[in-house]
């Protein structure tokens, strides 16, 4: 169960928000621990992901001041390579649902 009271106090294009939460949890659980294997499958894979980023945005010249900006609008390319191991756990058995883990580690280029 949760209780969140939220406030917002805005002048012109200024706004300040404050919330405060406050959450209760019953839990009552079993399990066995470290007996037998666990139930459903388990999956171990590599992986290699390769993407390139083409980017453009529009340029634009301030006026009126000292501290105006000016953009170009040249387009902005990247390339993105990430190789790394992920693996997941499909979790089967007494329930009446399936459910999956998974969880990876790339390695970033």
Same mark, same amino acid.
């Given at each position: 169960?949760?209780?969140?009271?939220?406030?917002?106090?805005?002048?012109?294009?200024?706004?300040?928000?404050?919330?405060?939460?406050?959450?209760?949890?019953?839990?009552?659980?079993?399990?066995?621990?470290?007996?037998?294997? %666990?139930?459903?499958? !388990?999956? !171990?894979?590599? *992986?290699? /992901?390769?993407?390139? =980023?083409?980017?453009? !945005?529009?340029? *634009? /010249?301030?006026?009126?001041?000292?501290?105006?900006?000016? =953009?170009?609008?040249?387009?902005?390319? !990247?390339?993105?390579?990430?190789?790394? =191991?992920?693996?997941?756990?499909?979790?089967?058995?007494?329930? %009446?649902?399936?459910?999956?883990?998974?969880?990876?580690? %790339?390695?970033?280029?």
């Amino acid at each position: 169960m949760s209780l969140v009271i939220d406030l917002e106090y805005s002048v012109s294009e200024t706004a300040l928000r404050l919330s405060v939460a406050q959450s209760w949890h019953w839990v009552d659980t079993e399990r066995t621990a470290l007996g037998g294997k %666990p139930t459903g499958d !388990i999956k !171990i894979e590599p *992986f290699a /992901n390769a993407a390139y =980023v083409h980017q453009r !945005i529009g340029g *634009f /010249n301030e006026s009126g001041g000292a501290a105006t900006l000016s =953009v170009d609008d040249p387009p902005t390319d !990247i390339g993105l390579t990430s190789l790394g =191991v992920r693996g997941s756990h499909l979790m089967t058995g007494r329930w %009446p649902c399936m459910a999956r883990s998974a969880g990876g580690l %790339p390695w970033e280029t």
